[in-house]
Every structure is written in C-alpha cells, then in structure tokens.
C-alpha cells in the first residue's frame, strides 16, 4: 500500500485550440497560460504548478501540434513531441465538439509510438449530445490503451476535479520539486509578455496575432509610490501589421495596454505603469537567432 506524497510531471498535449491552456488555468485555479480562440496561441512549454495534500503535480503545457509553416511553428512542435517522451502522465486534450476521430490521426500515432501513459480528455462536452459523445470514446477506446477517458468541460470547470483526483491517482511517489505556493517557475517577465501577447490575439485581425513577440526590455519597482514600471516591446514582421496593432491614434495599442496593466495588477498585486512600443523585425519567425532570442528556441 503506498502511503507516500504522489509528485509527477504531466504533458497537457492536443490540436491547437483544443483547450489545452484554458484545461491547465482551470485546474490550478490561477491564470499561467494565455487563452484566445485563436489556434497556436501557446508557444513555449507553460509550466503550472499544483500543490494539494496528495501531493504535487507540475503540468507543461504544450503548443498546439500542427502542421507548421514557418521555423517557429517546427520549433513548437518539437517541444510538444518531446514532452510526451520525458513526463510521467501525458493528458490528450480534445475538441469533443470537433467530433471526427481522423482530424487527429497524428497524434494518435506520436502516441503510439512514444507509448507513453497517457489519460485522454474530451472537451467541450458541454457542446456535444450524449449520444455522439459515447460513440466518440467508443472509437477512442479501439485506438490506445488509455488510462482514463475524462469527458469534461474547461470552461465551465465541469468534471475538472475528477481529472484531478485521477491524476494524482496515476502520478508516482515522489518528493516535492518546488515549494508549496509556487504555481509556475516561470519569471514575472515571462507572465508579462504573455499577457501582452494575448490582448493582442484578442484585438487585431487574423494577419497579425501569430507574427507578433514581446519582449520585457525593462522592469522596475519604485519604493516612493510603489508602482512597477514595464517597459515591452512588441514585435510584428511587416510594416502593415505594425499600423494595425497601433491602430488609430493609437487607439489599438493603448486598449492593449490597458487591458494587459490590468491582468498584471491582478496577478502581481500592485500598481503597474506599463509603457508599449511596437517594432518591426522582418520574417523573424523564420531567423533562428531571433527566435532564441525572444526565448522561442533553445539558446544552448
């Protein structure tokens, strides 16, 4: 009878726009991933951190598997493929609503050829009829040997819980890797730029939000008034893009930073003062140098 802390690493894995990032917020009652509807949103691998009696359990979040176009997008499926061989628990996510078991057929055989344990969620149930749904995990059931099949729905935090208890069921014995409290290793520059990136996949059109990276140039916290001052940049790859995310008098650019002061307030609690510039850095999804150095690609 095991009577240990349960401590494992967990790959949250899937299409893009599958729900991964809004599944792994959801489960740690705190916001670490950025969430759009738009697809590829997350591009690194998000580390959340979840810590109960039972034990700890670090989630790494993975960049949607695609069909890439461009240097980055082979980048972010390198890192979501390799998760799935280095963790202890790998957690599927699937658009449910989505319904065709052959839109991830790729998937389906990256797992089995990385055979890891893995635990497959159907999202979005809440936009499925039962009836569909049984036949869904019907076909899933003849195509790997899954640990648990988990309907639920990330949105609405239906039967997120059940997941969870199954998880630290799963996850092995082992001691703690990070201290109780901490939710992600993550730097605060890190949760910065992303919750820039996100207003601007929330506010401009389709020919911007996956040419755009931000970078924290600067960061400073101020004793006399006790305001933390951000400076950011953020990157686009042609000029046009550049007009769009700045918008009429700037109208685009200062909703985005009004928003994303915002979300640092909340999570930082304090007082924030961010300053937006936007620059242009040609095809940078496509320069090497570049993508490692917005923290896209391995530096070493």
């Given at each position: 009878m ?8 967990i790959?949250v894995?899937?299409?893009?726009n ?15 991933a950025i ?34 176009r ?5 980048v ?10 280095e ?17 991830h057929?790729d998937i389906l ?8 344990q893995?635990i ?17 995990i019907?076909e ?6 899954f ?13 997120v819980d ?9 996850a ?7 201290p109780?409290?901490?939710?992600t ?18 506010l ?15 960061t400073?916290?101020?004793e ?15 000029d046009?893009q ?9 109208g ?21 003062f961010?300053?937006l510039w936007v620059k ?9 140098y ?11």
């Amino acid at each position: 009878m095991m009577t240990g802390k349960k401590s494992g690493f967990i790959a949250v894995v899937g299409k893009p726009n599958a729900g991964k990032s809004t599944l792994m917020n959801a489960i740690l009652g705190k916001k670490v991933a950025i969430m759009s509807d738009k697809p590829q949103t997350t591009r690194t691998l998000v580390r959340g951190i979840l810590t109960q009696d039972e034990g700890q359990l670090v989630f790494l979040d993975t960049p949607g598997i695609h069909k890439p176009r461009h240097l980055l997008g082979e980048v972010m499926n390198e890192l979501a493929e390799g998760a799935m061989r280095e963790v202890d628990l790998v957690v599927w996510v699937v658009d449910a609503s989505a319904g065709a078991l052959y839109l991830h057929e790729d998937i389906l055989h990256k797992l089995q050829s990385a055979k890891p344990q893995a635990i497959l969620v159907l999202n979005k149930v809440d936009l499925v009829a039962k009836e569909s749904l049984l036949a869904l995990i019907a076909e899933y059931q003849k195509r790997y040997d899954f640990l648990e099949i988990v309907p639920l729905s990330a949105k609405t935090g239906d039967q997120v819980d059940k997941l969870v208890r199954l998880l630290y069921q799963h996850a092995p014995e082992g001691p703690f890797f990070y201290p109780e409290g901490v939710v992600t290793d993550h730097p605060e520059t890190f949760l910065m730029a992303e919750l820039i990136r996100e207003k601007v996949l929330k506010l401009t059109r389709e020919e911007v939000p996956h040419s755009v990276a931000v970078q924290i140039e600067h960061t400073e916290f101020r004793e006399h008034n006790r305001v933390l001052y951000v400076h950011a940049i953020i990157y686009t790859e042609r000029d046009s893009q550049k007009a769009i995310l700045i918008g009429k008098g700037g109208g685009v650019l200062k909703r985005v930073g009004s928003l994303a002061r915002s979300d640092m307030e909340n999570l930082f609690s304090r007082k924030v003062f961010l300053d937006l510039w936007v620059k242009v850095k040609k095809d940078w999804r496509q320069n090497e140098y570049l993508l490692r150095s917005f923290g896209l690609a391995d530096k070493e």
